[in-house]
């Protein structure tokens, strides 16, 4: 039997598993991480108020002009519904 330490597919072995564990520590603490950044960001009111309030104006100017359009609607029904037949 051969010394094990000695052969070459036991360190290309070696070297595969390090690098695999390698990249999952380093995936799992990049995560972490950008989970910290997101929980601070959010915490300081960063992008996610400054998106919330975009696009709460948006839906409150889609809104206005819904019943602005509703009114007009009701306009109109009202003049095809006055005119003698």
Do not use: C, H
């Amino acid at each position: 039997m051969e010394y094990v330490l000695g052969s070459l597919w036991f360190w290309i072995g070696i070297i595969a598993l390090v690098a695999v564990v390698g990249g999952i520590i380093t995936s799992v603490i990049a995560k972490s991480n950008e989970t910290k950044r997101y929980v601070a960001d959010a915490a300081n009111g960063g992008a996610y108020k400054q998106l919330a309030d975009d696009t709460s104006r948006q839906l409150k100017l889609i809104s206005e002009q819904l019943y602005e359009l509703d009114d007009r609607l009701a306009r109109v029904e009202k003049t095809l519904t006055d005119i003698p037949g």
